[in-house]
C-alpha cells in the first residue's frame, strides 16, 4: 500500500486481556516506531525499531508492552493484561532510515479498554 | 512541569485571518523542532521542519524558532476552513534525528468561512 497500514483501526476489549495491534509500514522504510496519543494529548514515544532490532524501548510504560518487527517489515505492539488506562490510540509511524526524513504516520489503532 | 508546553485552545478565527501557534521548551537539548497537522481521526502529518533558529517559509506557513527563548511559532496566513485541524509541536534532542519526539499537547484550530 501507499502509506502505513494499522490493523485493527478499533479494538475494544476487557479488562486483563491481551492485546494485539499491528503495523505495516510504508515498503523500504527500514524504521518504524511506536506512540500513544491519548485523548486530548499529544503522541507519545514508546519504542522504534531499526530493521529488526529495537533501537530505543525507553517509552514503553511498564513491561505489560512489549513490540516485535521479527523480518525487519511489520511490527506488532503487544499488552498484557490490559488497564484502563491503556485506553488510547496506538499510532505507528515509518521513514526511510533512522536519521532521516520525515515520519509517515498511520491513521492509528484506537483501543478502549472496559 | 512538562518538558513542552503547548495551549490547547480551541482557537477559531474567520477564513483569511493570520494564526499564530505557539510553544515554549524548557530544556535546551532540543535541537531540532517540527510542526504537525493532525485531521480528526487521522495520523500527524508533517508541516515544517526545522533545525537552527530563524524563520522559514512554505507556502502560507511560517515556522519560527528562537532557541534563546526556548520558543517556537508557526503563522498560516490567509487561513482556510481546510487548515481547520489539531496543530502539534514536536522536538527532538541532539544533533541526530533519530525520529524519537516530544510532542506538544496540540492546538485546535477552526477557520470559519
Known amino acids: 500500500g501507499a502509506g502505513v497500514s494499522q490493523t485493527p483501526s478499533n479494538k475494544v476489549t476487557e479488562k486483563g486481556k491481551y492485546v494485539e495491534l499491528r503495523c505495516d509500514p510504508i515498503?523500504?522504510?527500514?524504521?518504524l516506531y511506536w506512540y500513544r496519543q491519548s485523548l486530548g494529548q499529544g503522541p507519545e514515544f514508546l519504542i522504534y525499531?531499526?530493521?529488526?532490532?529495537?533501537?530505543?524501548d525507553s517509552g514503553l510504560p511498564n513491561d505489560r508492552f512489549f513490540a516485535v518487527r521479527p523480518e525487519g517489515s511489520v511490527s506488532t505492539l503487544k499488552i498484557q493484561r490490559t488497564e484502563r488506562g491503556d485506553s488510547a490510540v496506538y499510532l505507528c509511524?515509518?521513514?526511510?532510515?533512522?536519521?532521516?526524513?520525515?515520519?509517515?504516520f498511520g491513521e492509528g489503532s484506537r483501543l478502549t479498554v472496559l | 512541569q512538562k518538558e513542552v508546553e503547548q495551549d490547547p485552545g480551541p482557537l477559531s478565527v474567520p477564513e483569511g485571518a493570520i494564526v499564530s501557534l505557539n510553544c515554549t521548551y524548557s530544556?535546551?537539548?532540543?535541537?531540532?523542532f517540527m510542526w504537525y497537522r493532525q485531521y480528526s481521526r487521522k495520523g500527524p502529518e508533517l508541516l515544517m521542519y526545522?533545525?537552527?533558529?530563524g524563520n522559514k517559509e512554505d507556502g502560507r506557513f511560517t515556522a519560527q524558532v528562537d532557541k534563546s527563548s526556548k520558543y517556537i511559532s508557526l503563522f498560516i496566513r490567509d487561513s482556510q476552513p481546510s487548515d481547520s485541524a489539531t496543530y502539534l509541536c514536536?522536538?527532538?534532542?541532539?544533533?541526530?534525528?533519530?525520529?524519537?519526539?516530544?510532542f506538544g499537547q496540540g492546538t485546535t484550530l477552526q477557520v470559519k468561512p
Open positions: 509511524a515509518s521513514r526511510t532510515s533512522e536519521n532521516t526524513g520525515e515520519l509517515f
Open positions: 515498503s523500504g522504510h527500514t524504521a
Open positions: 525499531f531499526q530493521g529488526t532490532g529495537a533501537a530505543d
Open positions: 530544556n535546551s537539548a532540543f535541537q531540532y
Open positions: 526545522t533545525y537552527s533558529s
Open positions: 514536536a522536538m527532538g534532542k541532539g544533533s541526530s534525528n533519530t525520529g524519537k519526539l516530544i
